[in-house]
């Protein structure tokens, strides 16, 4: 089993030292570094190229949203963010996503909470939490799809049938499995569909893809 | 009454009849009221003093009098004026009628309706007393200086009081002028047309006047009343953002306190079950408290607070001072900061309150004072820390501002809350100065902190 490195920022240190013991704890993890803000955030992945970030929404200077724009706009980075909030899941946390992370956890989840989220998103095949972020990404695209997104249509075109109605499911919540279930296909062949959708649109994950999807009005929010 | 059901010419007819018969009794009914609405509205002594005027000041109120003088000795004059030539007048009992009516003129200063009731009843007296004496050429029921006097009684009516009780003094003293004409022995020249015009004007003329006032009036309270509830809203927004920093602030400890009861049994060796259960409650608490929390957040944001952009960042303590006066000294303003006393971390509110207050002070000093130079001064103190934001004379007028005002409410608010003090005011070299005092709850043992001997708090 390879370890998972975690690099953790957040500018209150008890948070930070308490998630470390925490991620310790668990046998395929290790945090490989703690940072104090956005901007010592960037600098350490360059230098410890972690797997996941676990990033405070909420620091001085360079913030965190901004920090993850920052990283994962970088061509060459696979690292993974975690935003972490103190609050309720709202703009800020959609924003992150937006921004590039690939999902969200509150501060005070349960240690075993954490861990699954970390694993998630590291291994990238599901959406984490997905019926709250179906939730969330429903309720705040409303919000920001004023903005004109004639570029992201266009390329939304470059789709085979078969990729929109895969990218429709991703934007629902479904793991590569239950994809593979719903489409009586192989889950390889599934894998195969996200990654060329992935690759055509250009997005980094799976969160991107579901942001992406109901941004160009593909999926609409349901009534919940 | 025959009423058919179902007709509608007949429910038409019905109703007319029912209006003409309402008509006569509703007249009937105004003429029975007139005595009931004269008697409330005239019989009063109440007092209703003619108010100080804003440019005049009491010059007018000195003009009434002098014009009362001059205008019974006109009166008294035409009264001496013999009936028949080479006879003479005896003025004796004429000259107690007389002054009376000029002293209504004067109570009407105070109480018109009184005065004008004191002066009708002198112009019906004195018009019957006259009425063998009096020359043929003099005007009759009242001579000029009557006429003066009275139509001065009732403008400063129409001054006062409602238009409607002015028409019914106008009307009674018109009636008043009729009955004694009617009632005069031998023939005179007609004064009553006079009368009409001089005192209809003094009316109309007094009513006006009077709505202009009560307009402005009306105006300037509305105005106040606009703008005691802008200030409510406005302190109501102010506490409901200080409310929405301090929940945050304790939301963020909150969520602290859950992580680290999670912590704790990793860092024991061996945990026993009761610490565990002990540290699982804890979390478990800290973690409905903070859902608890999120809801009142939830409840206290507003628009604005989204769109300040706040939240990206933590809530400010004293430890950014240094942050917010270099951003601040960007702007060209010359800042000097100075710390007396031991640096030490406060309680979260107090830095905050204080970070808040400091930054709302030298945001007034670049709206209100342009080109004036700021102090910062923080005094850390035993029992808590003062705050003192000083600036220097403006060296050109400041633009006018429509926020102005709505800092020292939020500042003010900060400081209450914490049980401290706000005050400002200007100092006396031409600036500005703004000085909080905020206890801190915890006073720190006096072991911890050096004492200064300016320190006495």
Redesign the interface.
């Known amino acids: 089993m390879t370890t998972i490195r975690v690099l953790i920022a957040d ?2 240190m ?2 930070r ?3 470390t ?2 991620l310790n ?1 668990e046998p395929d993890m290790e945090v490989v570094g703690q940072a104090v803000d956005g901007a010592d955030a960037i600098a350490q992945v360059a230098e410890l190229a972690p797997d996941v970030v676990l990033m405070d ?4 200077g360079v ?4 920090a993850t724009r920052r990283l994962t706009e970088a061509a060459d980075t696979t690292v993974k963010i975690l935003v972490l909030t ?3 899941l709202d ?2 946390v959609y924003e992150a996503l937006r921004a590039g992370a690939s999902g969200f956890l ?3 989840a ?2 075993d909470e954490l861990a699954h989220a970390v694993r998630v998103v590291a291994a990238g095949d599901a959406l984490l939490a997905p019926n709250i972020t179906k939730r969330l990404i429903g309720e705040f695209s409303r919000v920001t799809a004023a903005a004109p997104r004639g570029p992201l249509r266009a390329r939304a075109g470059d789709l085979t049938e078969r990729e929109t109605e895969v990218l429709t499911l991703i934007a629902q919540g479904l793991s590569n499995a239950e994809i593979a279930a719903r489409l009586v296909v192989a889950e390889q062949t599934v894998k195969t569909h996200v990654s060329r959708i992935l690759f055509k649109l250009g997005l980094r994950d799976r969160t991107q893809a579901a942001v992406f999807a109901y941004e160009t009005g593909l999926v609409r929010p349901s009534a919940f | 009454m025959s009423r058919v059901k179902g007709m509608t010419g007949g429910r038409i007819a019905d109703r007319l009849a029912g209006g003409l018969r309402t008509l006569p009794r509703t007249l009937g009914e105004a003429l029975r009221a007139v005595p009931g609405i004269l008697r409330e509205d005239l019989w009063t002594v109440a007092r209703d003093p003619l108010p100080r005027m804003r440019w005049l000041g009491r010059l007018p109120h000195g003009h009434v009098v002098l014009f009362a003088v001059l205008m019974a000795w006109l009166s008294m004059a035409q009264f001496q004026e013999p009936a028949r030539p080479g006879t003479s007048q005896d003025p004796v009992p004429l000259i107690g009628l007389v002054v009376l009516e000029a002293l209504a003129v004067q109570l009407a200063l105070t109480r018109p309706i009184p005065a004008w009731w004191l002066s009708t009843a002198m112009l019906l007296v004195t018009a019957l007393g006259v009425d063998d004496r009096v020359p043929a050429y003099v005007l009759y029921p009242w001579n000029y200086g009557q006429l003066a006097l009275h139509t001065a009684v009732l403008l400063l009516l129409a001054l006062r009081v409602r238009p409607r009780i002015a028409a019914e003094a106008l009307l009674l003293t018109l009636l008043v002028g009729v009955v004694t004409a009617a009632l005069a022995t031998r023939p005179h020249t007609d004064g009553l047309d006079e009368a009409v015009v001089s005192f209809t004007t003094a009316v109309v003329v007094g009513a006006a006047l009077r709505g202009r006032r009560v307009a402005r009036t009306r105006l300037v309270e509305q105005e106040e009343l606009t703008a005691e509830e802008r200030a409510r809203r406005t302190l109501l927004e102010e506490r409901n953002r200080i409310a929405r920093e301090l929940h945050d602030v304790v ?2 400890h ?3 306190i ?3 009861a ?2 704790a049994p ?2 024991a060796e061996n945990p026993s079950d009761e610490l565990r259960e002990n540290l699982a409650g804890i979390r478990q608490n ?2 409905e408290a ?1 859902a608890e929390l ?1 809801r009142v ?2 409840v206290l944001r507003s628009e604005d607070a ?1 769109a300040d952009g706040a ?4 809530q400010p303590t004293l430890d ?1 001072l240094d942050e917010l006066v270099g951003t601040v000294r960007g702007t060209g303003i010359t800042i000097l900061t100075d710390v007396t006393g031991e640096r030490r971390a406060l309680p979260p509110g107090v830095e905050l309150s204080a970070f808040r207050i400091v930054q709302e002070a030298l945001s007034n000093v670049m709206r209100h004072a342009p080109g004036a130079e700021a102090r910062v001064e923080l005094g850390y103190r035993r029992h808590g820390l003062t705050v003192r934001v000083v600036n220097t004379t403006p060296d050109r007028p400041a633009p006018p501002s429509p926020g102005a005002g709505h800092g020292l409410l939020g500042m003010r608010e900060r400081a209450a809350m914490l049980g401290g003090e706000l005050t400002t005011g200007p100092t006396p070299d031409g600036g500005y100065e703004v000085i909080a005092v905020l206890p801190t709850d915890h006073p720190v043992p006096s072991a911890a902190v050096p004492e200064t001997a300016e320190d006495p708090v």
Do not use: N, W
């Open positions: 500018d209150q008890m948070v030292q308490g998630f013991v925490l704890a929404i909420r620091m001085p913030g965190g949203i901004e103190t609050f309720d703009e800020y509150l501060k005070d349960s240690a | 939301a963020h909150m969520s602290v859950s992580i680290q999670q912590v990793h860092l800290a973690v903070l999120r957040l939830g989204l939240r990206h960042a933590p950014r």
